[in-house]
């Protein structure tokens, strides 16, 4: 027996793409009902950059001033030398930098913050969240079964449920994630916990051969977020939340500059997790029937970009307008048409910029032509203004509602 409207929308996946189009279509009076396999949705240590394309996105859908009391703006950021500390580039994201980006900043954010703010938000717009309910099987006509043995039918299905997304395989492609060859560990560490000298450094990246190591503040510059990537063959959990141990990593950074082991050392044993880096080719198609994928499901990408839940965050704005309006058919091909393009850009330039930041030749970086996402024009990307009618196109125009 199905237990919602036929009318409505169903989303599946709380994460930060699911919680966003919720969001959004919430805020358009659409019924919405997100579909989480979680029990509750619970803390998420771990920290999270927002470029301004995914600012945009955030105060679009009314959390500006959320944003902007929990996050963190990382004035200057480093990228050092992975063995002497030597800063090989300097990047400015203050004040100056958010009024070039039309008063959309940069930040740093604890993930439970801002999935706080998205829930609010969500709760307040009168959309729904369904917890505890895990889809094993979905059809192209918006029929939805759930582990607990509930079924649930929708006019319209997005399928938002991340990098081992269901709903991809069951509609679009059987193939699993596949191993990219490198291990990731994070942790958080409170900043009072780290030597002096440390704690003054700004946010910013040590960079060797085949490591990287990250870091930067949240809440309110109370604790230290840190990600650290190994090239590594032989070990592929994909699962987010394993334990690791201190001595382990140090091993993978014994010789890098003090300040690198600094953090590790400092970090809680309980807050230090790994797991091994999975990615997913290019779909060629994100639509079948009166289903969608968005963010991760339908793009997963390797994070050396700090770009995954930004394209999350820009598929839910385009998606969300073309839902809006046109009419579903037209709404579902008009969003692909716009996305799928940047977010295989996207994709394809993260994997070259981890090679690039983990080569050989660390010094090189501050003398080449580094292809980041600055550099590659990706914090321009406006998706809530941007036309989403095609030009010249007087057919599509007719089917337009509004937008
Ligand atoms: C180390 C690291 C650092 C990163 N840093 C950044 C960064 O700084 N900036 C940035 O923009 N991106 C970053 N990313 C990428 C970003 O975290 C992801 O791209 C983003 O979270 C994807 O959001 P999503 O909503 O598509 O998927 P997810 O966040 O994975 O959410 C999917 C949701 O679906 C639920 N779900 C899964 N299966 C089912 C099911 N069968 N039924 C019901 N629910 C289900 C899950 O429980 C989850 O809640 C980073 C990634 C990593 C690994």
Request: glycine share 10%; net charge negative; with cysteine.
């Amino acid at each position: 027996m199905a237990d919602a409207d036929s009318d409505s929308i169903a989303v599946i996946g709380a994460g930060i793409g699911g919680l966003a189009v919720a969001l959004a279509l919430a805020r358009a009076g659409r019924a919405v009902t997100v579909y989480e396999q979680a029990a509750r949705l619970g803390e998420l240590g771990a920290g999270i950059t927002l470029s301004p394309n995914a600012v945009r996105v955030l105060d679009w859908l009314g959390l500006a001033d959320g944003i902007r009391a929990a996050g963190f703006v990382p004035d200057r950021q480093w990228t050092q030398h992975w063995q002497t500390g030597d800063v090989l580039r300097e990047s400015f994201r203050g004040s100056d930098f958010a009024a070039r980006h039309g008063g959309a900043g940069y930040y740093h954010i604890h993930r439970a913050d801002l999935h706080a703010l998205l829930c609010a938000g969500l709760a307040a717009a009168g959309g729904g969240l369904a917890l505890g309910k895990a889809l094993i099987d979905v059809t192209a006509d918006g029929e939805l079964t759930f582990a607990d043995d509930s079924r649930a039918t929708a006019a319209i299905v997005i399928g938002a449920d991340g990098l081992k997304s269901v709903v991809r395989g069951r509609l679009f492609s059987p193939l699993p994630p596949h191993f990219t060859g490198q291990v990731a560990w994070r942790g958080i560490v409170p900043v009072a916990a780290l030597p002096a000298a440390v704690q003054a450094l700004p946010p910013g990246i040590h960079v060797g051969p085949q490591r990287l190591f990250m870091r930067y503040p949240v809440r309110g510059g109370t604790l230290i977020n840190f990600a650290a990537f190994v090239e590594l063959a032989g070990w592929e959990a994909e699962d987010w939340s394993i334990p690791s141990t201190i001595p382990e990593l140090l091993s993978h950074f014994a010789s890098w500059d003090p300040a690198v082991t600094a953090i590790i050392a400092a970090t809680p044993p309980a807050s230090l997790f790994k797991w091994a880096l999975h990615a997913r080719e290019p779909l060629e198609g994100w639509i079948k029937g009166r289903v969608v994928l968005l963010g991760d499901a339908a793009h997963a990408m390797l994070p050396f970009m700090g770009q995954g839940a930004a394209t999350a965050l820009e598929d839910a704005a385009i998606l969300a307008r073309c839902l809006v309006a046109f009419s579903p058919e037209m709404a579902l091909q008009r969003y692909e048409a716009l996305r799928r393009e940047r977010t295989t850009l996207v994709q394809t330039q993260s994997r070259l910029l981890g090679m690039q930041l983990q080569g050989r030749d660390p010094a090189s970086l501050g003398r080449g032509d580094l292809q980041n996402e600055e550099r590659l024009g990706l914090f321009d990307y406006d998706a809530v203004a941007m036309p989403i009618l095609p030009a010249n196109s007087p057919q599509l125009q007719d089917q337009c509602h509004s937008d």
